[in-house]
């Protein structure tokens, strides 16, 4: 079943196949990864169920042709889940190895092994299945991973004011009476005293008029 058409033009058309061939090879290598680790830290990883599904799914988009199919979604889960078990598996084996137990006698007696592997997986261990079959869904369908595509403030330009402000100098609010808000002034004010210039140019005297001289009208 498929959700779109395949990806825009210009662009390889993908095949099937070859995605879930891809998807295959990542997690066969992550299940490897999944198997050292666990043995040498003698834990389950949650974070390698993120990047093994996350990678399981990005192997099927690209190779599918990005193209967001459903089918190939739920091929990519359940890889997804399989490298994780067989994760698991491995580190099993080479915990018994380990213990000096010969490799051909191991698989001789796998039925043994697998009765025990319930136990090695534990309940933990089949929530990081669950996590990895989620990440690579979403993945093997384009989707955005988790935590990513937050809207970020945009970054004042260079030499530029910051957005929201305009530059240059603001004009003065007035009132519905034409009076200046508080806090802006009409001009420079007005020097008074000995040192006070010419009248200014808007015809405001700052200095008291001067008496008249006796006998003058």
């Known amino acids: 079943m498929t959700v779109s058409g395949a990806g825009g033009p210009g662009q390889r058309p993908g ?5 879930v061939l891809a998807g ?3 997690a066969v290598a ?6 050292l680790v666990a043995y040498v830290t003698k834990y389950q990883l949650g974070l390698l169920a993120v990047v093994l599904g996350y990678g399981v799914g ?3 988009f690209r190779a599918g042709g990005r193209d967001k199919n459903t089918g190939l979604a739920v091929a990519s889960a359940v890889l997804a889940v399989f490298g994780c078990a067989l994760g698991s598996l491995l580190a099993e084996i080479m915990i018994l190895r380990g213990h000096g137990i010969p490799l051909g ?3 001789s007696h796998l039925d043994v092994v ?3 592997y319930p136990s090695a997986v534990g309940g933990l261990g089949l929530v990081f299945w669950v996590i990895a079959a989620l990440y690579g869904y979403r993945n093997a369908l384009g989707m955005r991973a988790w935590g990513r595509g937050r809207a970020r403030r945009p970054a004042p ?3 530029g004011p910051f957005p929201g402000f305009a530059a240059g100098p603001q004009p003065p609010v007035t009132g519905s009476d034409g009076s200046l808000s508080p806090g802006f002034a009409a001009g420079p004010p007005p020097v ?3 040192d006070a210039g010419p009248p200014a140019a808007n015809g405001f005297d700052p200095s008291p008029p001067a008496a008249p001289e006796a006998g003058t009208p």
């Open 192 to 194: 008074t005293g000995a």
């Open 114 to 116: 697998l009765q025990e």
């Open 105 to 107: 006698l191991i698989m």
């Open 24 to 26: 295959f090879g990542v």
């Open 30 to 35: 992550g299940a490897v990864v999944w198997g």
């Open 15 to 19: 095949s099937p196949g070859m995605a």
């Open 157 to 159: 330009q260079a030499g």
């Open 58 to 60: 990005a192997a099927v």
